[in-house]
């Protein structure tokens, strides 16, 4: 019995240190990144309008608004939206960086993670835009008659989209999830090899809970991919010889 809080001290000790050493490297780049940010909303607030007519334009939709001030918070959106979708490979760098020191990751892995994190990131993020986006919109109008017309809020719409595309982009980094875990000796490769019906299950659930109608058309269209890059994560760990 007295050798049980001394068997498990280590561990708590060494997940300690790695929270710290991962906390203060991010702290550093605090800075940098809130003046990332800053400056790059500025930017694009200068052509946020631009921005907001393509956007309207892809989606086809008209927008009011009913406050003073949500035409300027719609814009704000916008541009922070584009300045995160923009320095997305700046955060991916700081990100990977911090966890490579306490992990021990070598630096062409590092620059792999943060490679491959930006590309899944964009490509989530224009699956959503080009494709899922458009059928979701055009299925909720539908139930539009003749005698119920949509009149829809420049700031309801503007966050619709723009959360919905940064969530695809990021749940498109599963495969990156899954090496990283694998590699840490967290979650080998057996155990999702193990549990593809639970990650099945899993992703139906997210699927619902991220794709903008509930209707099973739109869920298919981010489960299917989804669970593709499940299996994609797999092949990946067999490839490189991950455990």
Same mark, same amino acid.
């Given at each position: 019995?007295?050798?049980?809080?001394?068997?498990?001290?280590?561990?708590?000790?060494?997940?300690?240190?790695?929270?710290? +050493?991962?906390?203060?490297?991010?702290?550093r780049?605090?800075? /940098?990144?809130?003046?990332?940010?800053?400056?790059?909303?500025?930017?694009?607030?200068?052509?946020?309008?631009?921005?907001?007519?393509? +956007?309207?334009?892809?989606?086809?939709?008209?927008?009011?608004?009913?406050?003073?001030?949500?035409?300027?918070?719609?814009?704000?959106?916008?541009?922070?939206?584009?300045?995160?979708?923009?320095?997305?490979?700046?955060?991916?760098?700081?990100?990977?960086?911090?966890?490579?020191?306490?992990?021990?990751?070598?630096?062409?892995?590092?620059?792999?993670?943060?490679?491959?994190?930006?590309?899944?990131?964009?490509?989530?993020?224009?699956?959503?835009?080009?494709?899922?986006?458009?059928?979701?919109?055009?299925?909720?109008?539908?139930?539009? /008659?003749?005698?119920?017309?949509?009149?829809?809020? +420049?700031?309801?719409?503007?966050?619709?989209?723009t959360?919905?595309?940064l969530?695809?982009?990021?749940?498109?980094?599963?495969?990156?999830?899954?090496?990283?875990?694998?590699?840490?000796?967290?979650?080998?490769?057996?155990?999702?090899?193990?549990?593809?019906?639970?990650?099945?299950?899993?992703?139906?659930?997210?699927?619902?809970?991220? /794709?903008?109608?509930?209707?099973?058309f739109?869920?298919?269209?981010?489960?299917?991919?989804?669970?593709?890059?499940?299996?994609?994560?797999?092949?990946?760990?067999?490839?490189?010889?991950i455990?």
């Amino acid at each position: 019995m007295p050798d049980s809080p001394q068997a498990t001290a280590p561990l708590d000790t060494t997940s300690s240190h790695r929270l710290a +050493i991962i906390i203060k490297d991010l702290r550093r780049a605090v800075l /940098t990144l809130g003046l990332t940010l800053a400056l790059g909303c500025l930017g694009f607030y200068s052509i946020s309008r631009q921005l907001l007519g393509v +956007i309207q334009s892809h989606l086809h939709q008209k927008l009011a608004f009913f406050t003073v001030a949500e035409p300027f918070l719609a814009h704000l959106t916008v541009s922070l939206a584009m300045t995160i979708f923009t320095i997305m490979p700046m955060l991916s760098y700081f990100l990977w960086r911090a966890l490579a020191k306490p992990f021990k990751l070598s630096r062409p892995l590092v620059f792999g993670f943060v490679s491959f994190s930006c590309l899944l990131f964009y490509s989530g993020a224009a699956f959503c835009y080009f494709i899922t986006l458009p059928f979701g919109i055009n299925f909720l109008l539908d139930f539009q /008659t003749e005698q119920l017309r949509p009149v829809i809020s +420049i700031s309801e719409f503007v966050s619709f989209v723009t959360i919905f595309v940064l969530a695809f982009g990021l749940i498109f980094e599963l495969p990156i999830f899954m090496i990283f875990m694998a590699k840490i000796k967290i979650l080998p490769r057996s155990f999702f090899e193990k549990n593809r019906r639970y990650a099945a299950l899993v992703i139906s659930v997210i699927a619902a809970l991220l /794709t903008p109608t509930p209707d099973i058309f739109n869920m298919l269209l981010m489960g299917i991919p989804l669970y593709l890059l499940y299996e994609a994560g797999i092949i990946v760990l067999k490839l490189l010889r991950i455990t």
